[in-house]
């Protein structure tokens, strides 16, 4: 079965708030230490990104890395997995500041 990077579950700059979300940065950590969407938490392993959104059913979590790919594949399997509450953003990190999001690190 191929993954559905299904666009109800992508999530653009245009209508991203961080505040609806808890943000997961899912990239390599010295990436994540260089510079983060303010707020997101930092996972990159596929079950410890499982096990925090079972621990929160009633919250959307959402995956976000370099330009949505990986978190759309990541999404993907969460979603086929049964967690409903899993989004991605389909956009590019470069494009964060220009939009008023806030970035730490770095």
């Known amino acids: 079965?191929?993954?559905?990077?299904?666009?109800?579950r992508a999530v653009t700059l245009n209508s991203?708030?961080?505040?609806?979300?808890?943000v997961i940065d899912i990239r390599d950590h010295?990436?994540?230490?260089?510079g983060h969407l303010k707020g997101a938490i930092h996972l990159d392993?596929?079950?410890?990104?499982?096990?925090?959104a079972l621990q929160r059913p009633d919250q959307k979590v959402l995956l976000q890395c370099w330009h949505?790919?990986?978190a759309g594949r990541y999404a993907s399997l969460l979603h086929g997995m049964g967690l409903?509450?899993?989004?991605?953003?389909?956009?590019?990190?470069e494009d964060f500041k220009a939009h008023g999001l806030e970035m730490l690190g770095g």
């Open 84 to 93: 409903g509450n899993i989004y991605f953003l389909k956009a590019n990190i």
């Open 68 to 70: 949505g790919n990986t």
């Open 45 to 52: 392993d596929l079950q410890a990104i499982k096990d925090f």
């Open 30 to 34: 010295s990436s994540y230490q260089k």
């Open 16 to 22: 991203f708030n961080p505040s609806d979300y808890c």
């Open 1 to 8: 079965m191929t993954p559905d990077h299904s666009p109800s």
